[in-house]
């Protein structure tokens, strides 16, 4: 069983730039959420894909965006890129079976630094 | 707006000692999570509890979920300086309809030999 994957593992952009993170779902999983984790917080929640459309989404603003395949692999996509969205970015999937919560599994992680 | 609350923010103890860390809200959840983070590295899940009262036992790692789903406890047993780590709380968001999940800030345990 293969774990959740990400890529790049570290990244640097210069504000105003455009980044794309990209995530591999563990097997057998359908669903995916993106978290970003600022240094000295605790991750916060972006949004999820199920099915590949969006399934929920947190306080983040438009340019934060997002894609699932077909394969439950996930993009996120940030424009405009702020010194602020400099944190970690993660990956989690889950096996969505209804409406009920389930264990999320999350990958290493994608450090982006915006100078 | 569901919060968690954790504390302390960070611990420092030596090897061998006990520590308990916490998770506090004004919320109830329907189940809380316990994960550990190292350094560049994603948060990897130690417990689920899901019943009020539930206590589970991960070797040396004791979890607590409170009688009324709002707090649980982690109390780690004879500390080694493999549990060094940012400990982490999270529950899932308006009882998991959303299927994402609300963190605490953590808990920064370092455990000196």
């Known amino acids: 069983e293969t774990g959740v994957t990400q890529s790049p593992t570290h990244l640097i952009k210069t504000r105003g730039q455009q980044v794309t993170l990209r995530c591999s779902s563990q097997?057998?999983?359908?669903?995916v959420s993106w978290y970003q984790q600022a240094l000295g917080q605790g991750p916060q929640f972006i949004f999820q894909y199920y099915r590949e459309e969006e399934n929920g989404r947190g306080n983040f603003p438009p340019r934060f965006s997002g894609l699932q395949f077909p394969n439950y692999s996930s993009e996120l996509n940030v424009n405009a890129l702020e010194l602020d969205d400099s944190a970690l970015y993660l990956c989690?999937?889950?096996?969505?079976?209804?409406?009920?919560?389930?264990?999320?599994?999350f990958g290493p992680g994608t450090r982006l630094t915006v100078l | 707006t569901q919060l968690l609350e954790q504390s302390p923010q960070f611990l420092s103890i030596q090897e061998g000692e006990n520590l308990t860390v916490y998770c506090n809200s004004s919320s109830v959840f329907s189940s809380l999570q316990w994960y550990r983070q190292e350094p560049g590295e994603g948060p990897v899940l130690l417990v689920t509890?899901?019943?009020?009262?539930e206590v589970k036992k991960l070797k040396r790692l004791t979890f607590q979920f409170g009688d009324a789903r709002k707090d649980s406890s982690l109390h780690i047993t004879a500390a080694q300086p493999g549990d060094t780590g940012l400990y982490l709380c999270a529950g899932p968001d308006y009882g998991g309809s959303q299927g994402n999940l609300i963190f605490g800030k953590g808990t920064k345990l370092s455990v000196k030999p």
């Open positions: 989690a999937s889950s096996l969505k079976r209804g409406s009920s919560y389930n264990e999320q599994f």
């Open positions: 097997s057998g999983h359908n669903t």
């Open positions: 509890v899901v019943t009020g009262g």
